[in-house]
């Protein structure tokens, strides 16, 4: 059984700065891509940051040059620095995680139960 664990969230003020962690647990024989996900207020949960196994980036226009993807494969954890925090970054952020639980099994998706973080004005 894998779960994905976040941690991290909570109340800052604009302009501030928060770090999200996503540990993976269970039965993991290969991890590949680790993704961010924000649902804000009454949208569809979009992409933020994602980043392959061997470390490649992609972000969205809106946090490029804010946010900071990256992972420590050792731990099995991806990370969110979030800086220069906005008020539209407020939402619940999701961790996601395509796993290979056993050598002879294929790869499944997994979502962490998020993490709230609301940015103040």
């Known amino acids: 059984q894998v779960q994905l664990v976040e941690s991290g969230g909570g109340l800052v003020q604009a302009g501030g700065s928060l770090r999200l962690s996503c540990a993976a647990s269970?039965?993991?024989?290969?991890?590949?891509?680790m993704e961010w996900y924000l649902q804000a207020p009454g949208k569809q949960r979009e992409l933020v940051a994602g980043?392959?196994?061997?470390?490649?980036?992609n972000y969205a226009d809106s946090v490029k040059g804010r946010f900071t993807i990256s992972r420590d494969n050792a731990k099995n954890t991806v990370y969110l620095q979030m800086n220069s925090l906005k008020p539209e970054d407020t939402g619940v952020y999701y961790c996601?995680?395509?796993?290979?639980?056993?050598?002879?099994?294929?790869?499944?998706?997994?979502w962490g139960q998020g993490t709230q973080v609301t940015v103040s004005s």
């Open positions: 996601y995680a395509e796993i290979v639980p056993t050598r002879w099994s294929t790869q499944r998706a997994y």
């Open positions: 269970g039965s993991i024989f290969r991890i590949n891509n």
């Open positions: 980043i392959s196994s061997g470390g490649s980036t």
